[in-house]
Every structure is written in C-alpha cells, then in structure tokens.
Nanobody, 123 residues
Framework: VQLQAFGGGLVLPGGSLRLSCAAS????????MGWFRQAPGKEHEFVAG????????YYADSVKGRFTVSRDNAKSTVYLEMNSLKPEDTAVYYC?????????????????WGQGTQVTVSS
C-alpha cells in the first residue's frame, strides 16, 4: 500500500485543520492506519490510529478530545481532524499503515509511511 498525506498548513492557536491520507494499492481489511508527528529535535510521536475496518480508535493523551481520526472507505482515505490546536501541536505529521492492531505506539512497528505534511500553529 502507498500513502500520500496532505492538508497541512499554518493555523492560529485555537484553530482547526484537517489532514488527509490517501491510500492506494492493495488495502487489506486487517490493516491499521495511524498518524504520527515529529517536532524539531524530537522523536516520532503516535497521535492517533484506527483499523481500516471497525470503529475502535486510539489517541495520544495529548490530543484526546481535540483530534479525531476517521476514514472514507469509498475514497480509500483516512482523515485527522484537528481542533483547538495549540502551538505544541506544531510538527510534521505523517500517516502510516501496518498489518495488525493500531494500538502500537512505537513508530518502528509501522511498516508503511506517507510523506510528511507540515502543521504550524502560531499567531
């Protein structure tokens, strides 16, 4: 499976942004999709994840209640809706895919990656 992420940009604190991750190729029902982010000088951080099928979603504590991960099967696209953005959400955001559970927080255990998209939260 190939992934392409887009939708980043500059947003004011308190604002919203929606990232998209378009998947192509063979998408198995047992795949999970995830979002990670990497701020300058920091490691990749798990943000959110969900299975390609099913409704269970998982979030980092830092984004719970503010971010929502959803999918559109018809478009083979996963979204990350980000609300109440804070300056500390500034990072390059990546979408990823793996075979198996999405409740895996170590980025090295995700096998497929899209290119990053920059999100900057600043006034």
């Amino acid at each position: 499976v190939q992934l392409q992420a887009f939708g980043g940009g500059l947003v004011l604190p308190g604002g919203s942004l929606r990232l998209s991750c378009a998947a192509s190729g063979r998408i198995l029902s047992s795949y999970s999709m995830g979002w990670f982010r990497q701020a300058p000088g920091k490691e990749h951080e798990f943000v959110a994840g969900r299975r390609w099928t099913g409704d269970n979603t998982y979030y980092a504590d830092s984004v719970k209640g503010r971010f929502t991960v959803s999918r559109d099967n018809a478009k083979s696209t996963v979204y990350l809706e980000m609300n109440s953005l804070k300056p500390e959400d500034t990072a390059v955001y990546y979408c990823a895919a793996r075979y198996g559970s999405p409740k895996v927080y170590e980025y090295k255990n995700w096998g497929r990656w899209g290119q990053g998209t920059q999100v900057t939260v600043s006034s």
